[in-house]
């Protein structure tokens, strides 16, 4: 995507102003990071200050005055220079105002490619970039010192940060015959059991591991550090044979999984609409509250429809 001409236009950067309100109209900086991942944007007077949002925390951009309080400036900015840029979740809306259509139309095109880039990715290509962010994310909370480096025990809360997923560690060695890795019996089981799969587990189990298996690639002889399992790291005195071969899913191959889409809780079955939507509105059961138009806190929170939208 860094060649599209939007996305390097947004690398460069644009002057938008930032809308709350009518009456809070504030020019701010915004700028696409080398990652192409993460937005970033700060004011003239803010010094160091800045802040930023991910590419993958935004659900839609929506073009034009689409919000409560684009509308309300109409009368003073044309729609064409405006969009709305609406995140996943609870987060408020971030309506943007710049400085010329084309200008717009370069934001709204160029996070729209994203976003598409985004959800095309697959597993391994998702982790792929997520990874640098998260690691600078928690290098800095171990950072408890603030000099930019990482030492004695800062380094150790950050290895811990870092690899500590007990609950997952805890069902692989118990599905595990030999501790160090899922064959593909095991995980057959492991599917059949825990994920209450249906069908082929048999080729499921097979599809799996083709798909988020990651050593793949070259074979080493020797002695070989085989897992970081948490603060224990064992030695494997064999000959490294990648895990496909094996048809065998290791400890990062079962965490990619279940990180995935295909190991969601969530039932594939109702992601469609899957339900009768062809009676009158009120012949349905709304699962909303009187607290649903509030986008924070209750008692102080903004009330928006935007929560009926969500």
């Excluded at 900015?77 to 200008?103: K, Q, W, Y």
Aim: net charge negative; glycine share 6%.
């Amino acid at each position: 995507v860094k060649g599209d001409e939007n996305i390097q236009s947004m690398l460069v950067g644009t002057l938008m102003r930032k809308i709350k309100s009518r009456n809070w109209k504030k020019q701010r900086y915004f700028k696409l990071q080398d990652d192409i991942m993460t937005i970033w944007y700060k004011s003239k007077k803010a010094g160091k200050a800045h802040s930023t949002f991910s590419v993958s925390d935004v659900e839609v951009v929506r073009e034009g005055h689409q919000s409560e309080v684009l509308l309300s400036i109409a009368d003073v900015f044309p729609a064409d220079r405006c969009f709305t840029v609406v995140f996943r979740g609870r987060r408020g809306n971030l309506d943007l105002v710049a400085e010329s259509a084309e200008e717009a139309q370069s934001w709204i095109k160029g996070l729209r490619k994203l976003i598409e880039n985004l959800e095309n990715m697959g597993e391994r290509e998702k982790l792929d970039q997520a990874t640098p962010q998260l690691f600078f994310c928690l290098h800095q909370m171990a950072d408890k010192s603030q000099t930019g480096a990482l030492e004695g025990d800062e380094f150790v809360l950050f290895y811990k940060m870092l690899t500590q997923r007990e609950d997952i560690l805890k069902i692989f060695q118990e599905f595990s015959s030999d501790g160090q890795k899922l064959s593909q019996t095991d995980l057959e089981e492991f599917l059949r059991e825990e994920q209450l799969e249906g069908g082929d587990i048999h080729h499921c189990a097979q599809e799996l591991i083709e798909c988020y298996e990651p050593s793949d690639t070259g074979t080493y002889s020797g002695k070989l550090v085989c897992c970081f399992y948490l603060t224990n790291i064992e030695l494997i005195n064999s000959y490294c044979i990648p895990a496909k071969l094996l048809k065998a899913m290791t400890f990062d191959g079962f965490l990619m999984y279940l990180g995935s889409a295909e190991g969601s809780i969530f039932s594939p079955q109702c992601r469609g609409i899957f339900q009768d939507m062809s009676q009158p509105l009120c012949h349905y059961f709304i699962s909303s509250s009187h607290n649903t138009y509030l986008m924070e806190d209750q008692l102080r929170g903004q009330s928006s429809v935007e929560g009926y939208i969500r």
